[in-house]
């Protein structure tokens, strides 16, 4: 069973919405932050948005008023979402879930994370 697993990609047009999903177990990740990253083709993989245990929530400029986090504990799962709005064509990427026993909010929270999820394709075109 992965640790922590994405699903929602898929294709869009410009414009359009799209939500993310992100499930991972509450025995181990409760205390956690979770985060979201992408990463386009040739590209380094870049921070998005990380949403802390409490649901207080931080993003990277380039989403700000376009992507909003989320967090539903239930039972045994935490599943965080990335609600996705005004797409462009450079949202296109390979969008991670991460989480970490800190809350790293910078360019640099790709190196923080203790664990990773295998990705979500997100295609938005033109």
């Known amino acids: 069973v992965p640790m922590v697993a994405e699903s929602g990609g898929g294709p869009v047009q410009s414009g359009g919405s799209l939500r993310l999903s992100c499930i991972a177990s509450?025995?181990?990740?409760?205390?956690?932050?979770m985060s979201w990253f992408r990463q386009a083709p040739g590209k380094e993989r870049e921070w998005v948005a990380t949403?802390?245990?409490?649901?207080?929530?931080?993003?990277a400029d380039f989403v700000k008023g376009r992507f909003t986090a989320s967090r539903d504990n239930v039972k045994g799962t935490i599943t965080v979402y990335l609600q996705m709005k005004s797409l462009k064509p450079e949202d296109t990427a390979e969008y991670y879930c991460?989480?970490?026993?800190?809350?790293?909010?910078?360019?640099?929270?790709?190196?923080?994370?203790?664990?990773w999820g295998k990705g979500t394709l997100v295609t938005i075109s033109s």
């Open positions: 509450r025995s181990t990740h409760d205390t956690y932050c």
């Open positions: 949403i802390t245990r409490g649901s207080s929530t931080y993003y």
């Open positions: 991460g989480s970490s026993s800190g809350c790293p909010v910078s360019s640099t929270a790709r190196y923080r994370m203790d664990y």
